[in-house]
């Protein structure tokens, strides 16, 4: 069973989520409410990772023995500079489509399991990854005239 690398990839994602957020809170946070939201939404991540732990401790996390095409690195460092919240908002946005989609086949896991506990930890995270996912799209379209449009 395979199970247990999803639920590996879904705790780095996860971490990695939250200190994307942070990082883009503190790195832009002349933005308000980039500042204060970022930090909500890291917490809604470090939650999820703190639901994993008893399924974890149920189903094991292992190593992907297949090559990563995509990494779940959290972003180190802010960028500045006229484009800088556009490409950090984009960079954030990629990694929680990741953290998105990987909660929907751990979802389909827990479905083809019957485990109810799973499926629960699974359908709130997910429905609130989407709602990060769709605040950072908004977002991004918000920034983008300005950034694209505005000379610095």
Do not use: N
């Not at 389909?108 to 019957?114: E, S, V």
């Amino acid at each position: 069973m395979k199970l247990a690398v999803y639920i590996g990839l879904l705790r780095a994602g996860e971490k990695a989520l939250a200190q994307s957020f942070r990082q883009l809170a503190e790195g832009h946070g002349d933005e308000p409410d980039v500042y204060h939201l970022c930090h909500t939404l890291a917490g809604q991540s470090e939650e999820h990772e703190r639901l994993l732990t008893p399924i974890v401790e149920r189903y094991g996390e292992q190593p992907d023995d297949e090559p990563e095409r995509f990494r779940a690195d959290a972003m180190s460092e802010s960028r500045t500079g006229a484009l800088a919240l556009l490409r950090d908002l984009q960079d954030v946005h990629m990694l929680a489509c990741f953290v998105d989609t990987t909660w929907t086949v751990v979802k389909q896991g827990a479905l083809a399991l019957r485990d109810e506990e799973l499926l629960g930890v699974a359908t709130r995270c997910e429905q609130q990854t989407k709602l990060q996912h769709d605040w950072l799209s908004t977002r991004i379209k918000q920034a983008a005239p300005q950034a694209l449009l505005v000379s610095s």
